[in-house]
């Protein structure tokens, strides 16, 4: 599956060649997903999935874009819009997350527009011909296996949905269901484990990122993501539902994604995952690595 556009850019991050080496996804096994499929799927082995829907340009072929006349009754939101840089965003964040934790995540991002399907809705919902509902299974086929495996050898573990948004171009913003699709991590460790220093948000926090809601709002702060509470993805795939893991959706504000500071972006959100991959998921750091091929997360 070819990577030039997020490979460019992982190389203009000054991070060096072996890394991307150790990204490539090896040949396809046989319960992978079709070479033909727009979806770039790196199965990894940290009980991490990073999941990138809505960052793809790619017009399938003979796919017929979606029509807000043309949608399923019930659709509370249309939106054909591509959240710009959120696939970079998820590949530099494996490519550094990979050093720092030294295995690499699980990656599966959506290379096609998300005018033709839409994979952070319902399969009713998501698209409107068999090109676009293809597409759409095949990420989701891909999503399923991630999860199955992090559960099959780990038991648990975390997906991170990214996406952008415009309405707080300074924010990261949350989703979660409030609280609903990390069920099993707040049950187990408590709120600090989302909103806490060793936690995600937390760190990002530390590193001078504006959290929505923020982490120290109202005393039950979990009922109060009412900006973007969580799509379909975290809401399949949470910790709520019988075969899920932890999900988490973070919306990121266009100054995150901007050309200048998307590789911040990664190193601060990497950062921040490692942090809570120690504390919360039991990864210990890897070997210190040699000089040439270190990178800082």
């Known amino acids: 599956m070819p990577i030039s556009r997020r490979t460019v850019l992982?190389?203009?991050?000054?991070?060096?060649?072996?890394?991307?080496?150790?990204?490539?996804?090896?040949?396809?096994?046989?319960?992978?997903?079709?070479?033909s499929d727009l979806v770039t799927v790196h199965r990894g082995t940290l009980p991490i999935i990073i999941s990138a829907p809505?960052?793809?340009?790619?017009?399938?072929?003979?796919?017929?874009?979606?029509?807000?006349?043309?949608?399923?009754?019930?659709?509370?939101?249309?939106?054909?819009?591509?959240?710009?840089?959120?696939?970079?965003?998820?590949?530099?964040?494996?490519?550094?997350?990979?050093?720092?934790?030294?295995?690499?995540?699980?990656?599966?991002?959506?290379?096609?527009?998300?005018?033709?399907?839409?994979?952070?809705?319902?399969?009713?919902?998501a698209s409107q011909d068999p090109v676009g509902a293809h597409q759409y299974a095949a990420f989701h086929k891909a999503l399923r296996a991630g999860v199955d495996d992090i559960r099959a050898a780990h038991g648990r573990g975390l997906l991170i949905d990214i996406h952008g948004?415009?309405?707080?171009?300074?924010?990261?913003?949350?989703?979660?269901?409030?609280?609903?699709?990390?069920?099993?991590?707040?049950?187990?460790?408590?709120?600090e484990a989302l909103t806490g220093p060793k936690s995600i948000l937390g760190a990002l926090a530390a590193a001078g990122c504006r959290i929505l809601p923020p982490n120290d709002g109202p005393q039950e702060p979990l009922a109060h993501e009412d900006l973007f509470d969580g799509g379909y993805i975290v809401s399949e795939y949470g910790s709520h539902n019988a075969h899920g893991i932890d999900a988490?959706?973070?919306?990121?504000?266009?100054?995150?994604?901007?050309?200048?500071?998307?590789?911040?972006?990664?190193?601060?959100?990497?950062?921040?995952?490692?942090?809570?991959?120690?504390?919360?998921?039991?990864?210990?750091?890897?070997p210190p690595a040699d000089e040439e091929n270190r990178i800082d997360p």
């Open 165 to 191: 948004q415009k309405r707080e171009p300074n924010a990261i913003v949350r989703g979660t269901r409030n609280g609903e699709t990390v069920r099993a991590l707040l049950k187990t460790h408590g709120d």
């Open 54 to 125: 809505h960052g793809g340009g790619a017009k399938p072929s003979g796919g017929v874009a979606r029509t807000k006349q043309n949608q399923t009754a019930g659709q509370s939101q249309f939106v054909t819009v591509m959240d710009t840089g959120t696939a970079e965003l998820a590949s530099l964040l494996a490519v550094i997350l990979t050093r720092a934790l030294g295995a690499k995540p699980h990656l599966i991002v959506a290379d096609f527009h998300r005018r033709y399907a839409d994979p952070n809705r319902a399969p009713d919902l």
């Open 248 to 286: 988490i959706q973070l919306e990121f504000g266009t100054e995150f994604r901007a050309p200048d500071r998307l590789v911040k972006t990664a190193r601060d959100l990497a950062t921040a995952v490692a942090c809570f991959a120690r504390a919360y998921l039991g990864l210990a750091d890897p």
């Open 10 to 35: 992982v190389a203009a991050a000054g991070v060096v060649t072996p890394a991307i080496a150790e990204l490539e996804p090896p040949a396809p096994a046989p319960e992978s997903v079709s070479p």
